[in-house]
């Protein structure tokens, strides 16, 4: 079956670098907890497959349920047929999608981003404003805004449970995602949550390190396989491979593995790490 072949939805062909998008389905301006801000409409980047665009519905709402005043502000998707843009070298098949990092301000309060992103430290403070390509930061001053990690865990926490797709990466700066792996561990979440969390967020080596969003992207849908999507890079989370490993690997107390060792499981997955058998037994 080839990638005209008849298919009754969205369709994803190619990679994320090198792709299309078949049968778009459009992410609407604004909806229950997200908005696209004011830029990125003139873009024209809110197409992706009906996974990805419902995903990022299904996340934004839960998010909004669970910590009121928020709002997930979404960049770019891809483009109405896919295919490359002066924006992006991925987001070329409808797979890919950006979130710009919720925040709060000094008193706690989220706070809405409507023209630019931030630039965050590790640490979490606000360092610069990031405008869209092309055009100038504002010209207030950078506020005293602080990464809001409640609110971004709990939109990784929706995509990774959510049953109708498969997350592969979330490309995140490593100080950012350490702060939401501590904030599910101090939430008490599942450890295999943990373990998958920290297999799929990644700092990525080829591009910005990702201080000022996240870059989402989906595993091809089962039925686009057959249409030429393709997966780069590894393999699905082996679920099997956490469940009957033993600790520190296996499902130990969240405080026995602790938030470093939940971010080395992630990195031996991605065989970042080696693997060493001593007695029968897999360490790092």
């Known amino acids: 079956?080839?990638?005209?072949?008849?298919?009754?939805?969205?369709?994803?062909?190619?990679?994320?670098?090198?792709?299309?998008?078949?049968?778009?389905?459009?992410?609407?301006?604004?909806?229950?907890?997200?908005?696209?801000?004011?830029?990125?409409?003139?873009?024209?980047?809110?197409?992706?497959?009906?996974?990805?665009?419902?995903?990022?519905?299904?996340?934004?709402?839960?998010?909004?349920?669970?910590?009121?005043?928020?709002?997930?502000?979404?960049?770019?998707?891809?483009?109405?047929?896919?295919?490359?843009?002066?924006?992006?070298?991925?987001?070329?098949?409808?797979?890919?999608?950006?979130?710009?990092?919720?925040?709060?301000?000094?008193?706690?309060?989220?706070?809405?981003?409507?023209?630019?992103?931030?630039?965050?430290?590790?640490?979490?403070?606000?360092?610069?404003?990031?405008?869209?390509?092309?055009?100038?930061?504002?010209?207030?001053?950078?506020?005293?805004?602080?990464?809001?990690?409640?609110?971004?865990w709990a939109f990784v926490r929706a995509l990774l449970g959510d049953p109708d797709v498969e997350v592969q990466w979330i490309f995140m700066q490593r100080g950012l995602a350490a702060a939401l792996l501590r904030e599910a561990t101090a939430a008490g979440d599942d450890p295999a949550l943990l373990a998958r969390a920290a297999f799929v967020i990644h700092e990525p080596s080829d591009s910005e390190p990702h201080d000022d969003h996240m870059h989402v992207r989906l595993y091809c849908d089962p039925g686009d396989r057959a249409l030429g999507c393709a997966d780069r890079g590894p393999v699905r989370w082996w679920k099997k491979l956490w469940k009957y490993m033993d600790a520190p690997y296996g499902r130990p107390p969240l405080d026995a593995l602790g938030v470093q060792g939940v971010a080395a499981l992630g990195r031996l997955f991605r065989e970042e790490l080696p693997l060493v058998f001593t007695g029968g037994k897999q360490t790092s």
């Open 1 to 152: 079956m080839g990638p005209m072949a008849v298919h009754g939805g969205s369709a994803s062909v190619g990679s994320s670098g090198e792709g299309a998008l078949r049968r778009p389905v459009v992410l609407p301006f604004e909806g229950d907890g997200y908005a696209v801000p004011a830029p990125w409409r003139t873009r024209h980047a809110n197409y992706g497959t009906e996974g990805l665009v419902g995903a990022v519905v299904r996340a934004s709402r839960a998010v909004a349920s669970e910590a009121p005043g928020g709002q997930a502000a979404v960049g770019d998707l891809s483009r109405r047929a896919g295919g490359e843009s002066v924006q992006h070298r991925s987001h070329q098949s409808g797979r890919d999608v950006d979130v710009f990092y919720y925040a709060v301000d000094a008193a706690g309060r989220p706070v809405r981003l409507t023209d630019a992103m931030l630039h965050f430290a590790p640490d979490g403070h606000a360092l610069r404003w990031s405008p869209p390509q092309g055009t100038r930061p504002p010209t207030r001053p950078v506020p005293a805004f602080r990464f809001d990690a409640r609110r971004n």
